[in-house]
């Protein structure tokens, strides 16, 4: 299988503080990339996807990609305690029809 | 919309004993679908992706099987559990186009004991 590679955490940060979360992959000819969050005991839910290289942002949430670095991140702003969760990278292959999944970051945010 | 169903929510197999996992989508025709493990404190493992009818493609060699009978329906079986198939299942549907995105159900908790 392709690889994904996350920092398993856990990642601890206060309310109101930005959280980093960082993925590398192996497949240079990955097509797509996908940041999921999963609440434990359940299944994991879409948050954002990113196609080319740059930033994309969705209300608190930006994710970067660099293909070159090969390097996918996800920015929280202004944290939430209901953001502490497990964040699962995910990218495609060169079809676009597998997903690989990294094993995930805990995030803590502390109130 | 689109909706994913999948069943049983939880169960618990002896050591030996078949399985079968059910998974439906509706509000879409001709989804991509999948099957994912997910070990306790692990990643999601891909088992089984397909793209149509009868078209399956396996990414690991183990004792599951997968089918998919109609277009909105894949399943996911076995004839003799093992312990180490116990975890989180979890059944996805994905769009198919160019840019694909996927979907997951609620996902099956299995033990195996």
């Known amino acids: 299988q392709k690889e994904v590679e996350q920092n398993s955490g856990p990642l601890s940060v206060p309310e109101g503080a930005i959280a980093s979360l960082n993925c590398t992959y192996s497949?240079?000819?990955?097509?797509?990339f996908f940041w999921y969050r999963q609440y434990s005991g359940k299944s994991p839910e879409l948050i954002m996807s990113i196609y080319s290289n740059g930033d994309k942002e969705d209300g608190r949430f930006t994710a970067q990609l660099n293909k070159a670095s090969q390097y996918v991140s996800l920015l929280i702003r202004d944290s939430q305690p209901s953001d502490s969760a497990t964040y699962l990278c995910a990218v495609t292959d060169s079809t676009g029809n597998q997903f690989y999944f990294g094993t995930g970051t805990s995030l803590t945010v502390i109130p | 919309s689109q909706t994913i169903h999948q069943w049983p929510a939880t169960l618990v197999q002896p050591v030996g004993s078949p399985l079968s996992l059910e998974c439906t989508v509706e509000g879409t025709s001709n989804p991509n679908l999948y099957w994912y493990r997910q070990a306790a404190g692990r990643g999601l493992q891909l088992l089984f992706y397909s793209v149509g009818i009868g078209q399956i493609s396996s990414e690991v060699p183990q004792n599951l099987s997968a089918s998919r009978p109609q277009d909105r329906q894949f399943i996911l079986s076995s004839k003799k559990l093992l312990l180490s198939d116990s975890g989180f299942y979890l059944c996805?549907?994905?769009?198919?186009?160019?840019?694909?995105?996927?979907?997951f159900g609620e996902g099956s908790w299995l033990t195996v004991v």
């Open positions: 996805a549907w994905g769009t198919g186009y160019r840019r694909n995105t996927i979907y």
């Open positions: 497949d240079r000819g990955s097509q797509s």
